[in-house]
C-alpha cells in the first residue's frame, strides 16, 4: 500500500499522508490541505469524509457486518444483557463482575428525574410527539446539573452524568408516553432490571400490577442492544459536533434526538409501520407501491430500504427479522403487516431497479413490527430507537472530549452574487 497519495495541482505535485486502520479501510488526510494548496475538498453529505479515527463501532457495507469494539453483533445480541453493551461501548472492555455491579448500581439508583420537569411535560400539549418531548426534557436536565457544563469536570464527574442520562432516559420516555395519555406516571422500581423498568413505567397503572412477559423483555433488551451504536451516523454526527464546542453533554444528546427523529434516519421505523399501514388499507397491492417508490417524480420511497453505508444486507436487518417471527409465535401474534413487509421485501429484491441500487432491508425495516408486537405505541418506536442508541452517543462523545478533537466547523466554497452596492429604498 503506497505511503502517501499524489494530487498534481496548476503544476505542483504534493503528497498526502495515507491513513489505514486496524481493519484495512483506507484514508486520504487531508488536514493539511487547505493550508498547503489554498485548496478545499467537496462532498455533499459527507458520503466520502471521514470525520475521525475510531476505535469504537466498525461497519462493512459491502460485506454486512457490525463490529462493537471487535465484538460481531450477532454474538453480543445473542448473549449479552445491554447495560453490559452500554459498558462495552463506552469504556472499551466488556465490565468484569465488580465493573458491572458498580455499573448497574449507579444507573439503577439515579433513575428519578425532578419533580419539578413534571410541569414541563404538562406544558406539551395533547398528542405531543414523543420525540420532541424527549428532546426537550434531556436538554432540560442540563439546567438541572449546571455542573456538567464545566469543561474541566472530573472523571468521575463525568461518569456521574454519562449513567445519569442512561438511568434517566427510559423514565423521561416513559413519562412523555403517560403524559401524552393522561396517565398517572409511574416510578421506576429499583427492583427490575433496565428493560423490565422500562415496560413497567409504560404499561403499570397504580391500579394494578404489570407482569413483564420474559419474553418481550428479552425482545427488547435485543433491540436495544442492535440500536446502539453505528458509528458517524447522521445523529451521532450531531451529537460529535455540538459537543465539539464544548456544550454540555445532555444538551449534544438532546441535539442528536432531534437529528434521530428525521424519517430518513432514525423516524424510518414508524414511517415503516405507517408505509405498512398504508399498503394494507390499499388491499396489499405490494407492486404499485414498488412501482411508486421507483418513480423519480413520486416523493414516495420505501421506508426501511437503503442505507448510506451497507449495500448488502444491515446484519441488524437480519436478526431482527429472525426475531420477528420469534416473538410473534412466542406472543401468538399474527401481525398481518408482517406478512406485507416480506412480500414487500421479496419484490424488491428482484427488482432491478433496488439491486442495481443495492437496496436492502435495513434496521427500520423489521423493528417495528416487534414492538407492536410488545405495545409499544408507533410514535414510540423512535424513542426506542434512541434509548437504544444512546451509550453510543455517549461513547463517540467520550472518544472525541478524551481525543481534545477541535470545535467542528466544515468550509463551504461561495457561488452567490460579488461586488454589490448598496441602494438607497427609492433608488431599487
Ligand atoms: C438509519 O447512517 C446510519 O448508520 C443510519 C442508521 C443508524 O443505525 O444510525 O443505520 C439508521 O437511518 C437507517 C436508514 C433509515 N431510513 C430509511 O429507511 C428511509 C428510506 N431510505 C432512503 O431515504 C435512503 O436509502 C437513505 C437516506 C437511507 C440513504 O440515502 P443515501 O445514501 O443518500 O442514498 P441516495 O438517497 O442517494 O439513494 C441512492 C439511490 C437514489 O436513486 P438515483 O438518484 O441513484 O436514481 O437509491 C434511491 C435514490 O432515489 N433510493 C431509494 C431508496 N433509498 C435510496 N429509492 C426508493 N426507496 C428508497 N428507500
Known amino acids: 500500500m ?33 493550508a498547503t494548496t489554498g485548496y478545499i475538498t467537496l462532498d455533499s453529505g459527507y458520503k466520502n469524509t471521514g470525520a475521525t479515527v475510531s476505535k469504537i463501532t466498525f461497519l462493512d457495507g459491502e460485506k454486512g457486518i457490525l463490529h462493537y469494539r471487535g465484538y460481531p453483533i450477532e454474538q453480543l445480541a445473542e448473549k449479552a444483557s445491554f447495560l453490559e453493551v452500554a459498558y462495552l461501548l463506552i469504556y472499551g472492555d466488556l465490565p468484569n463482575k465488580e465493573q458491572m455491579e458498580f455499573f448497574e448500581n449507579s444507573i439503577t439508583h439515579h433513575t428519578l428525574v425532578h419533580e419539578d420537569l413534571r410541569r414541563i411535560f404538562e406544558a406539551f400539549p395533547t398528542g405531543a410527539h414523543p420525540m420532541g418531548v424527549l428532546s426537550a426534557m434531556l436538554a432540560s436536565l442540563s439546567t438541572y446539573y449546571p455542573e456538567a457544563q464545566n469543561p474541566n469536570r472530573s472523571v468521575e464527574a463525568i461518569d456521574l452524568t454519562m449513567h445519569r442520562l442512561i438511568a434517566k432516559i427510559p423514565t423521561l420516555a416513559a413519562q412523555a408516553y403517560k403524559s401524552s395519555l393522561g396517565q398517572p406516571t409511574i416510578y421506576p422500581q429499583n427492583s427490575l432490571g433496565y428493560t423490565e423498568n422500562f415496560l413497567n413505567m409504560m404499561f403499570a397503572m397504580p391500579t394494578y400490577e404489570y407482569e413483564v412477559d420474559p419474553v418481550v423483555a428479552d425482545a427488547m433488551n435485543k433491540l436495544l442492544i442492535l440500536h446502539a451504536d453505528h458509528e458517524q451516523n447522521c445523529s451521532t454526527s450531531t451529537v460529535r459536533i455540538v459537543g465539539s464546542s464544548q456544550a454540555n453533554l445532555y444538551s449534544s444528546i438532546s441535539a442528536g434526538v432531534a437529528a434521530l427523529w428525521g424519517p430518513l434516519h432514525g423516524g424510518a421505523n414508524q414511517a415503516v409501520i405507517e408505509m405498512l399501514e398504508m399498503i394494507k388499507a390499499d388491499g396489499g397491492n405490494i407492486d404499485r407501491w414498488i412501482e411508486r417508490a421507483k418513480d423519480k417524480n413520486d416523493s414516495f420511497r420505501l421506508m426501511g430500504f437503503g442505507h448510506r453505508v451497507y449495500k448488502n444486507f444491515d446484519p441488524r436487518a437480519k436478526i431482527i427479522k429472525k426475531s420477528c417471527d420469534d416473538v410473534l409465535n412466542k406472543l401468538g401474534i399474527s401481525d398481518p403487516v408482517l406478512e406485507i413487509a416480506k412480500k414487500l421485501e421479496e419484490h424488491a429484491l428482484k427488482d432491478p431497479y433496488f439491486v442495481d441500487r443495492q437496496l436492502y432491508p435495513n434496521v427500520d425495516f423489521y423493528s417495528g413490527i416487534i414492538y407492536r408486537a410488545i405495545g409499544i405505541p408507533t410514535e414510540m418506536f423512535t424513542v426506542m430507537f434512541a434509548i437504544g442508541r444512546l451509550p453510543g452517543w455517549i461513547a463517540q462523545w467520550k472518544e472525541m472530549i478524551e481525543r481534545g478533537e477541535p470545535i467542528g466547523r466544515p468550509r463551504q466554497i461561495y457561488n452567490g452574487p460579488v461586488n454589490r452596492e448598496y441602494k438607497p429604498l427609492d433608488q431599487r
Open 2 to 34: 503506497s505511503e502517501t497519495a499524489k494530487l498534481i495541482l496548476d503544476g505542483q505535485t504534493y503528497e498526502l499522508p495515507i491513513v489505514e486502520g486496524t481493519e484495512k479501510e483506507k484514508a486520504i488526510d487531508i488536514s493539511k490541505l487547505r
